[in-house]
């Protein structure tokens, strides 16, 4: 096997190839030094990667580009995360598991929140989870339940638009399953099938644009050229087809989505840290970055996700400098409030950095607080795992009365070296406490 069939072999939809892969690639690679930057968002094919990436290919990915870590974050599912776990430590980087959804916000039920166009409805996170849910527990009847809700709410918005476009209908069994490794598709999937069925469909690129032009309002020329850029086209077709409006658009209600506290009270009843996901500030439910936290604090988020990219420009300097402004105003309310921030890029979107670059005279004034927020992460992913003592637990608030104590406790012992199998293992067999007490011990030698 050679390095390059080793990297594509990551992206197969067999685990057996992709563990084989990492075992070849971790004997094999020539990793450089990690540095300063990490990417604490990145969707897998478990959900929807731009690049069609698995959690092994991520995790390579960023430790071959010398970040000093990283954490999955798909949609509504865990699939990936002992895929992760297992790939960053058989390559030597810090790690973490996110899962994000949407939910719906009653006490913003008028007003957009960090989806736009859908009063009420916001994203939201749970990061950094430790293990898969047990069998038969309410917890994994929950994580079930996102599952089938984000299976119905495909479904549906398939019916719709294969009624209004029979030409181009397309079969979830047939077309868009076999895109992810476990019948998991998402939105930015739907899109794709149906792009990919117009291929077939016309194959005729004169007769295509005649189809689609009408439908995004524009010439047959001008589709024709939209086309050769993919990640446009398809950004097009998603808003003509799903967005508001949409051809295949419904409304959502309270009944679309989870309630916020539900989602909330899962995430922390599977040790995870309930996060609220922010986008720009420019909407009127995230118009007030402190009553935003206030609130969403008051329902049990005890972190905040940012995806900087977003924040720091725009298509005139004037939207430019509010973003920065409320970029700013977010992040200062956070450090009032000794709040954690995680950052990252996505990757589910042709186009966007791999990483955000916090030495970026942009994001500069921020680097310590994101690099604190990482650390936070990286150190409830450690003692949660091994020392059955995660970040919101009973022994980190039993022993840590002080938010600004538990935060630099956490971050000490996320500024470790970076997890590997052997020391994974050795960690398992001593147990809870005496792996809480050899992470506490070296953590404290390490500063």
Known sequence: MTTNDAVLLLDA?????????????????????????????????????????????????????????????????????????????????????????????????????????????????????????????????????????????????????????????????????????????????????????????????????????????????????????????????????????GIGYQAPDSTTFPPVPTFVKWVASCDAIPTTAWLDGTSGGEASADNLLDLMGSLGCQALNIIPDRNIKDKTPEKTALKQRKLAEMVHACEARDLPVIIGTEMNKLGLPFVDDITDSRLAPYAETFTKGMRILIGHTLLGRFADAPYCGARAKAEFKDLKARNAFYASVGQLPALTTEKADCLTAMGPEKAYAALADEAKAHA
């Not at 032009?213 to 589709?223: C, G, N, R, S, V």
Request: glycine share 6%; charged share 25%; proline share 6%.
């Open 13 to 245: 939809m067999d685990d057996a190839k992709r563990r084989e892969a990492v075992a070849f690639l971790a004997q094999t690679a020539q990793f450089p030094q990690p540095g300063p930057l990490f990417n604490l968002h990145c969707h897998s094919f478990f959900s929807y990667n731009a690049d069609g990436w698995s959690p092994s290919r991520i995790a390579y990915e960023c430790r071959m580009r010398g970040l000093q870590a990283t954490a999955l974050c798909d949609f509504d599912v865990l699939d990936g995360m002992n895929e992760f776990f297992a790939a960053t430590a058989a390559f030597g980087i810090r790690s973490a598991v996110h899962l994000e959804t949407r939910a719906y916000l009653k006490e913003l039920c008028e007003e957009d929140i960090n989806s736009p166009g859908e009063h009420g409805v916001t994203y939201i996170m749970g990061c950094g989870f430790l293990r898969d849910p047990a069998p038969d527990t309410s917890a994994a009847q929950t994580l079930q339940a996102l599952r089938v809700g984000a299976q119905s709410r495909n479904t549906a918005l398939i019916n719709r638009i294969n009624a209004a476009l029979p030409q181009i209908a397309i079969d979830e069994a047939r077309d868009l399953f076999p895109m992810t490794p476990r019948a998991t598709p998402t939105e930015r999937h739907i899109i794709r099938a149906y792009r990919l069925k117009g291929l077939e469909v016309f194959p005729d690129s004169a007769a295509r644009a005649a189809f689609w032009a009408p439908l995004l309002k524009m010439t047959p020329e001008a589709f024709t050229e939209l086309e050769a850029s993919i990640p446009k086209c398809e950004e097009a077709i998603r808003g003509v087809l799903v967005k508001r409006g």
